[in-house]
């Protein structure tokens, strides 16, 4: 049983560029949630996609956007990249009756030069 | 606004020191979620324990236990005979919000465990 898994692993990239982190979610789950782990902090919610729509969204610019397929799968977009979206990008996945049961991923290490 | 406050940033014991992680909440809610992850150095967040607003009974489940107090907003988690397996980054949440959308996480809290 596959759990979440995101890709890339790790990615750098130059202040002003735009990036794409993708998430898989847990097999059986529909909903998937994103976060952002500055180095030292506790992990921000960004926004939740289910049914393909965004259900809910921190405070967390419109530079930041997303996307759920038809596979429940998911992407986060960072447009105008800043130095300060340098983080940990995590992504967890529940299902829609099950909503506190939530498995996250590995992350994803964003470097912004 | 909820909040959760870890005060200790960053605790060091000896394998098989019981050891307590203090979480603190805030919340204008009377129903609300509490949790508890683990962050191990591979950096992916593993699930420990959930407990609602309506629930204060303490839970141990092998070597860590949790005690909820409303009375005082906390949510303490205990390791008894910690092992160097459990060093980790130890975060709290909270979550207001019926459908789990929004959770709320703790600035975690840096526990090495010493051979």
């Known amino acids: 049983d596959a759990g979440v898994t995101q890709s890339p692993t790790h990615l750098i990239k130059t202040r002003g560029q735009q990036v794409t982190l993708r998430c898989s979610p847990k097999?059986?789950?529909?909903?998937v949630s994103w976060y952002q782990q500055a180095l030292g902090q506790g992990p921000q919610f960004i926004f939740q996609y289910y049914e393909e729509e965004e259900r809910q969204r921190g405070n967390f610019p419109d530079r930041f956007s997303g996307h759920q397929f038809p596979n429940y799968s998911s992407e986060l977009n960072v447009n105008a990249l800043l130095l300060g979206d340098s983080a940990l990008y995590l992504c967890?996945?529940?299902?829609?009756?099950?909503?506190?049961?939530?498995?996250f991923g590995p992350g994803t290490r964003l470097t912004v030069t | 606004a909820q909040k959760v406050t870890q005060a200790q940033t960053e605790i060091s014991v000896v394998e098989k020191e019981d050891v307590t992680l203090d979480c603190v909440y805030e919340?204008?809610?009377?129903?609300?979620?509490l949790f508890w992850y683990k962050q191990p150095p591979s950096g992916e967040l593993v699930f420990l324990i959930r407990r609602n607003s309506f629930d204060e009974q303490n839970e141990i489940s092998g070597r860590y236990s949790w005690n909820f107090q409303k009375s005082t907003s906390s949510f303490n988690f205990t390791i008894t005979a910690s092992q160097v397996v459990d060093s980790a980054v130890y975060f709290c949440?909270?979550?207001?919000?019926?459908?789990?959308?929004?959770?709320?996480f703790g600035p975690g809290t840096r526990l090495s465990v010493l051979p």
């Open positions: 097999s059986g789950h529909d909903t």
């Open positions: 919340t204008r809610d009377t129903t609300y979620y």
């Open positions: 949440a909270l979550s207001e919000d019926n459908y789990g959308q929004n959770f709320v």
């Open positions: 967890a996945s529940s299902l829609k009756g099950v909503p506190y049961e939530q498995y």
